[in-house]
């Protein structure tokens, strides 16, 4: 049975909810796929967010602004009418598979040993490459001549990374797994971004790790010949800007967390989860079903290998972060 039906009229209608041209009815409405798909989504995970302006009146009209308050677009769908009642769930089925922290630990590593390989034989190559002092890594600047090479080698060996971590998404649609591949990969770099430099500089101050083994100065800039980069003092001072914004969002609660090796596991799993995209119904079930192993899995560490009884605020703060860095990724 599909939720999905044409309309009669070849006269095109607006969804009530956002407002874009329609030519088919959702969950028995004039609604359009996305905000359907968004209302089910959130009503199945019984999920609520925050106003972003905080008084419940933001636009949800998204041929104003594509990036709209989810509370606000929630709030709309049901003030509409629309109505989802959600599937029964499938039994656990014990497994002696590897989970699925198991396969993105030791995904992860061989991923960044592989980019880390890539990188430095990159690097090494550039005969203007400028390298960064540090006690103990081999670590290079950010450099124009170099950075795009670098980039799409990493591009590659992180499809690699998702492709054996989320095997299950290669039977959907091309459409639908570059789809969750495009968003998931900038959300695993910005979170990478903040943890390795964490891990390597202690923070975030003159040195922002942007790859394995390169890093942004910001009392430099930009390293190599730009004299072919159009307005390269305005690209800086953009890019800067861009990292406060972004800063001034994530850094409180990603510093205030301080995640653990296993939390930071759930986290690289579960950011796969929270997403705006226009979806497949089967391709939002594989989401939702590798969000709910991935917080099963953690839940056992916690009990078996930490000894806690109540981890419901770890748990709480983890999922909190990753709506932020879903709010993150939807605003800049």
């Known amino acids: 049975f599909s939720l999905t039906i044409m309309r009669v009229s070849g006269q095109d209608e607006r969804c ?3 407002s874009i041209p329609i030519n088919s009815l959702h969950l028995g409405m004039d609604t359009c796929r996305a905000c ?14 925050p106003c972003r302006k905080g008084d419940s ?9 594509k990036s709209v308050c989810r509370s606000c677009r929630y709030d709309k769908c049901v003030a509409v009418g629309l109505a989802y009642e959600r599937p029964p769930q499938l039994p656990h089925r014990p497994s002696a598979s ?10 992860y590593k061989a991923l960044c040993e592989r980019r880390r390989h890539q ?4 690097a090494r190559a550039h005969s203007k490459q400028r ?3 540090h006690p103990t890594e081999e670590l290079y600047s950010v450099n124009v001549n170099s950075c795009y090479s670098i980039f799409y080698a990493s591009g590659v060996e992180a499809f690699e990374f998702f492709s054996n971590v989320f095997p299950e998404l290669k039977r959907l649609e091309q459409e639908d797994m570059e789809a969750i591949f495009k968003e998931y990969v900038g959300k695993l770099s910005m979170f990478e971004c903040y943890e ?4 390597i500089w202690g923070g975030l101050g003159r040195f922002t790790m942007w790859s394995t083994v390169t890093c942004f100065d910001a009392e430099v800039g930009f390293d190599g010949d730009t004299s072919g980069l159009e307005h390269s003092d305005f690209l800086k001072s953009f890019a800067l800007n861009f990292a406060a914004d972004q800063n001034a969002i994530f850094l409180p609660l990603f ?15 579960i950011l796969i989860s929270e997403t705006d995209t226009d979806l497949s119904e089967c391709a939002l079930r594989l989401l939702d079903g590798y969000r709910a192993e991935a917080l099963e899995n953690l839940q056992v560490h916690y009990r078996e290998q930490l000894g806690l009884s109540d981890c419901s605020r770890r748990l709480g703060n983890l999922m909190t972060l990753n709506h932020t860095i879903q709010e993150c990724k939807s605003l800049f």
């Open 98 to 107: 590897p989970t699925l922290l198991h396969r993105v630990e030791v995904e």
């Open 119 to 122: 990188e430095l034989r990159l």
């Open 131 to 133: 390298r960064i002092p």
């Open 36 to 49: 359907s798909s968004f209302f089910k989504r959130v009503t199945a995970k019984d999920k609520r967010y």
């Open 16 to 18: 009530l909810v956002c």
């Open 57 to 65: 009146k933001c636009t949800t009209d998204r041929v104003i602004d």
């Open 255 to 269: 510093n205030r967390i301080e995640l653990t090796e296993q939390e930071s596991y759930t986290l690289m799993a």
């Open 196 to 199: 390795r430099t964490r891990r």
